[in-house]
């Protein structure tokens, strides 16, 4: 039986690390051009090209030698989440919570939509890096004098995240995708046809996304206050 009076030790992140050791010479390659060449390699060929081998033929060395600075490819996958999703932008003062929410949200999306790869890999990451944690705080930032518990706030940046990764998925999908409705019968599917045959409407002045945000920054804080 364990000892329930052990406590696991904590996992070091790579981060947590020194990337040189007391002994040795002196690294001929950073983290950041190691994140670097692994996001190129995701950009220009896709994500499962992204290996040990891949990154080390990039960056002229030797796969082995890079586990002076890594220990697996998931570190490195780690890494290009962290350096890809890159860091938020000020938000002007005077600006409203919910107007930094959706500049915020923007931004974001921008980046997963750059990187089509960032879906996918940020959920292998198992630990957050430096740029994921100043995410997390400008968000929280925003949301600095609402009046909502910090449970709500944390549930809010996890609900916009999502949908920043919904809207990538959609925007890459869309970039290949055919029509999707060629099983479409008036007969079977009169509600779905009539709508579909809708004449297009004015121009959207907000824009889906935004108004998607919008919606859950009212609406979750909302209930969270009542």
């Known amino acids: 039986m364990p000892d329930e009076s052990v406590i696991p030790p904590i996992p070091v992140s790579l981060w947590s ?3 040189r050791g007391a002994r040795g010479p002196a690294p001929l390659h950073s983290r950041q051009s190691i994140a670097e060449a692994g996001i190129k390699i995701a950009d220009d060929e896709g994500f499962e090209g992204v290996t040990m081998r891949a990154i080390a033929r990039t960056l002229g060395t030797t796969a082995p030698a890079l586990y002076r600075y890594v220990s697996s490819r998931e570190e490195i996958i780690e890494l ?96 290949s995708s055919t029509f999707p409705f060629d099983l479409l019968s008036a007969e079977r599917h009169p509600y779905l046809a009539a709508t579909l045959g809708e004449p297009s409407s004015a121009p959207d002045p907000v824009g889906l996304f935004d108004r998607t945000i919008l919606a859950l920054c009212t609406g979750l804080t909302s209930s969270a206050s009542s």
Request: proline fraction near 5%.
């Open 80 to 175: 290009m989440v962290d350096a890809a999703i890159g860091t938020p932008e000020q938000v002007e003062p005077g600006t409203t919570w919910t107007e930094a929410m959706l500049k915020l949200a923007n931004v974001q999306l921008a980046h997963h939509q750059r990187h089509g790869w960032l879906i996918h890999a940020a959920l292998e990451a198992k630990n957050f890096g430096p740029n994921t944690l100043v995410w997390f705080e400008s968000y929280l930032q925003a949301m600095e004098k609402l009046a909502v518990p910090a449970r709500a706030k944390m549930e809010l940046i996890g609900l916009v995240t999502g949908i920043i990764s919904l809207f990538a998925q959609q925007h890459q999908q869309s970039a």
């Open 17 to 19: 690390r020194p990337i």
